[in-house]
């Protein structure tokens, strides 16, 4: 039989049948694998941890077969409870696949200790710059001391005890200053007394 006469034969037409069949059979099962390997039909929603401290995060991402990663956040947020979360991703709502890694922010325990700058000699408004601009908060109850230059720095008191240079305590922490009062002891507040800080903030 010539090769034209088998293309034309019942024989060549059934094989060829058979081969598209068997040729579809292994792409739909192809396919099915594929969904299956990957977790097609699969999803979970990320639940909202934002607010939720850390051990109770764990459980509920642990629950739902659901990975974390922990990124440290160096900025206090007095609004969440320390060792929370403040910020996830992907966001709270959205479908994510088994064994997806969430990435979490924590917030920290508390303000960051950061040192108290050297203020002595500085005007009254040079000293509340300074201060703003390295993230502590200035009071408005100076305490005056018996000194010929008025308004001029002569200390630092952090709850009611007097702080140092170079000492550290948390940011966003509210210090009063100690000034001269020029001479005039009507200005002198008598009534409050300063006393040394050990450092143990």
């Known amino acids: 039989m010539s090769f034209i006469n088998f293309l034309k034969s019942k024989e060549f037409l059934n094989q060829l049948i058979l081969a598209v069949i068997a040729l579809f059979l292994f792409v739909i099962v192809a396919l099915f694998w594929l969904k299956f390997k990957t977790n097609h039909y699969q999803k979970i929603e990320v639940p909202a941890l934002v607010g939720v401290e850390m051990e109770q995060a764990e459980a509920l991402l642990s629950n739902l077969d659901l990975r974390y990663e922990v990124i440290d956040s160096t900025k206090y947020n007095p609004e969440f409870p320390g060792n929370s979360v403040i910020e996830q991703s992907p966001i709270a709502g959205s479908f994510v696949k088994e064994n997806r890694k969430i990435y979490l922010k ?8 950061i040192s108290v700058p050297d203020v002595y ?3 009254n408004r040079q000293a509340t710059a300074l201060l703003l601009s390295v993230g502590y908060r200035v009071g408005e109850n100076p305490t005056y001391v018996n000194d010929i230059a008025l308004d001029v720095v002569r200390g630092l008191l952090y709850n009611g005890k007097e702080v140092k240079a170079g000492q550290k305590i948390p940011r966003n922490s509210k210090l009063e200053f100690i000034l001269g009062d020029g001479g005039n002891p009507v200005k002198k507040d ?12």
Do not use: H, V
């Open 190 to 201: 008598s009534t409050i007394i300063i006393e040394e800080a050990d450092g143990g903030f």
């Open 121 to 123: 000699g500085k005007t």
């Open 106 to 113: 924590l917030n920290p325990s508390s303000y960051e200790l």
